[in-house]
């Protein structure tokens, strides 16, 4: 009971629940219940509350029967898939034209090859009849799939709706739609290209507030997690666009400081964690007085304060956090792993000879486990040291980094940055008006 206390207390659902579609909450709300971090009939009331306001009506009632089995189905619920299917019928019979439009192999054809929608809407319009003011039909049909849970049609519909669109923000709005529903369908290549793409967007729009642009960051700060942490090279774009882009490390700071969360368990458990940890210690000194949890105060205690004690109490607590976290619970083992390097790391630049029972406690290992551990990474050329068995230590060898090794370590980060800065440069160039000629001598 008081374990499930504690992973309660370090759920983060609430917090980025708002920032998330109605949908993308509902596998959320199924890890909690199958992890036991709340009451199964609180859960279920809760996700039966946020299917009522979808058109997932049939997955609305299935839960409600499960969770009232002696219960009729209610009325609203009943009458709802009935306007539900009406409506179904109504957009196939208005899409109707379109659907067997986007059937021929031709038109399949001509708009793969295509780069330019005004000309492909030309075509269509010459050879097939084709009615531009049809799209907001189309695009509200896919939007109504969606809300159906029907994630594979919206998508369809939404790309081909963005290859014939040409207004600006309807085409930012499909391509978020689009976004969801590859997050949902768990295609993360298309999710990841899908990100690019509103983050590029986002950028370079001129118009809207400042203000509204954050909130855009934001929503796609927390809904790129999804990505970030499904696919399998998504730990080291995090990495990039939380603490390398100012844009969003500032959206992070200002709006959502519970993300640090996710940006620390990436950078623990990357390849190149000593090349960008400076800054993410930086980053979570400043970020301590809005939120702090076992994963940022482990951090804290090993790199800021080098409290071994502190730091092998709060990867304890990691272990209950990562067990309740619907999106770090796949890399658990593997942060656990790292975490315990970070420690022996650290405290053997600080010492050169080590007792095997002292760093067991340290990493939260039995002794014999803790040496084979050590054991395997001197085998594999992790560290240069020796175990002496009789007085039962490890000896570390003196390590003096080249200066061959510091300029590279120095310079990992470069191309990162130097592609950030052209960006803001280019940014800043579109903004200004154009000069006059003969000005630029």
Known sequence: QLSTCIMAAFDLTSRIGPYLDRHMLIPLLEFLQTQKVYDAPDMQKAKLELLSQTNMVDFALDTHKSLFPDQAAPA?????????????????????????????????????????????????????????????????????????????????????????????DKDLSALWGKFACDILLNRWDAALEDLNGLRAMIENKESGSPVFQLQERAWLIHWSLFVFFGHPKGKDALIELFLNQPNFSNAIQTTCPHILRYLTAAVITAKRRRSVLKDLVKLIQ?????????????????????????????????EQLLSSDYFLFSSRDEFIESARLSIFETYCRIHNTISIGMLAERLNMAADKAEEWIVNLIRNARFDAAIDSEKGTVVMATQVPSIYHQVIEKTKNLHFRSQALLEDLQKDRRKRPESKKGDSR
């Open 286 to 318: 400043q970020e301590s007085y809005s939120y702090r949890d076992p994963i940022t105060e482990f951090v804290e205690c090993l790199y800021v304060k080098f409290d071994f004690d502190g730091a092998q109490q709060k990867l304890k607590e990691c």
């Open 76 to 168: 609203a619920l009943t009458e709802k898939r009935t306007v539900v299917l009406e409506k179904l019928g109504q957009y196939q019979r208005d899409c109707l034209a379109f659907t067997s439009l986007f059937e021929k192999p031709e038109v399949i054809a001509h708009v793969q090859a295509s780069r330019d929608g005004a000309q492909l809407v030309e075509y269509l319009k010459t050879n097939f009849d084709f009615k531009p003011e049809s799209m907001d039909t189309v695009y509200a049909f896919a939007k109504f799939q969606f809300d159906c849970g029907n994630y594979e049609f919206a998508a369809e519909y939404l790309y081909h709706f963005r290859v014939l669109c040409n207004d600006a």
